[in-house]
């Protein structure tokens, strides 16, 4: 057994994580029911996990020799798998750096001060509790981060303007109330102009998960206005509670279509985007912004859209920040059709900028080396281009 076929088994092993990788987060992209979802989440993970076992038999228990490997098309399948593991990283890692992130002046900060000895206090009964505290996970650990964002195009009468944008905050069992309470606590005193929650909000679970996301949204004030759309998540329950309790808290819904906001004596434009999870995509998405638009999208998916149709700023979530970044590979499970590109935090395409938050919860509470966080940022106008 030489060296040479040990390379070959971890490159196809690498490809065959990595095909895995790509396959689901494109699919989790797309708008497919719950169960199904499930289902293919756990198909996946099966694949995963159990697909080198199921290569190891084929090879009979050997690390194959890659020239007599037989039948031929086991050979081409583990040639295929390994030529992915062997040009995917260094093509992936070359359109990561295409992309135009920005990195603007900000902070970051732990959200709450008690937590640290008493993680068990946020987490419910069951094994995803258990899990929320394994070592290394980060999902009981929120942090604040504060940004100066400059932006050209934008109105000169937003100049200053302050959002706090949150997303994802998937209330559930675990992390539970008190983890919320905690957090509400470390964002009450910033009263914001604007707070921006831009879906997966509630997780089926009747009245006690709504009731978490009352309190909590009880406890942060704005001054201009709240506004607010819904995620995958939401739609996979009946979102008449959800909306109901936006509604009684003063925040607005925009939900699937344009609208505009008076903040400071201008009109806002304003874009929200449930698509592919509500309805179909809008008519007047396709017709290009005559003024400055601030879009609220579950999905970042369309920031190339929203890129060519004008200027303005997009806040999205859905991804958070990939759930584990690994050293070197960076974020995994990215749900979007653009893959890993958009993970979290600033983008930009000519005058048009992308803010991705990494959200305050998950589907699952498992975050390695992505913490879970709240975004208050400060738009400045710029002149610069
Ligand atoms: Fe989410």
Known sequence: MGLDAWIFGILVLLGHSLLVIFLHNRFYSL?????????????????????????????????????????????????????????????????????????????????????????????????????????????????????????????????????????????KKTPNSYFFESVAEGLATLEPDLICLTGDLVEKGGMAHAEVFRSFLMRLRFREAGLAILGNHDFWHPTQPTLNLLKDLGYQHLGNKRSTLRIRDTNVSLWGLEYPWNSELPEGWKQPFEE??????????????????????????????????????????????????????????????????????????????????ASLITLKASKET
């Open 292 to 373: 400055w638009t601030l879009c609220l999208s579950h999905t970042p998916d369309h920031f190339s859209r929203f890129a060519r149709l004008g200027k303005g700023l997009m806040l999205a979530g859905h991804v958070h920040g990939g759930q584990i970044r690994l050293p070197l590979f960076g974020p995994v499970i990215m749900p979007s059709v653009h893959g890993r590109t958009f993970d979290q935090g600033w983008f930009r395409r000519k005058n048009a900028y992308l803010h991705v938050s990494q959200g305050l919860g998950g589907g699952h509470p498992i975050r390695f080396g992505c913490s879970p966080g």
């Open 31 to 171: 708008a497919v029911d719950h169960k199904t979802t499930d289902r293919i989440q756990l198909v996946h993970f099966l694949w995963l996990c159990l697909g080198p076992i199921a290569l190891w038999f084929l090879w009979s228990g050997q690390v194959p020799s890659p020239q007599t490997t037989d039948p031929e098309w086991f050979r081409a399948l583990l040639w295929g798998l390994a030529a992915v593991g062997l040009i995917g990283p260094p093509l992936d890692i070359y359109l990561r750096s295409k992309r135009r992130q920005m990195t603007p002046d900000s902070s970051c900060s732990p959200l709450q001060t008690t937590q640290a000895n008493h993680p068990s206090v946020y987490v419910g009964p069951g094994i995803w509790g258990r899990i929320a505290q394994l070592p290394g996970n980060r999902s009981l650990y929120p942090v604040l981060e504060l940004s100066e964002v400059p932006l050209v195009g934008l109105p000169l009468a937003l100049d200053g303007l302050t959002i706090l944008h949150l997303s994802d905050l998937h209330i």
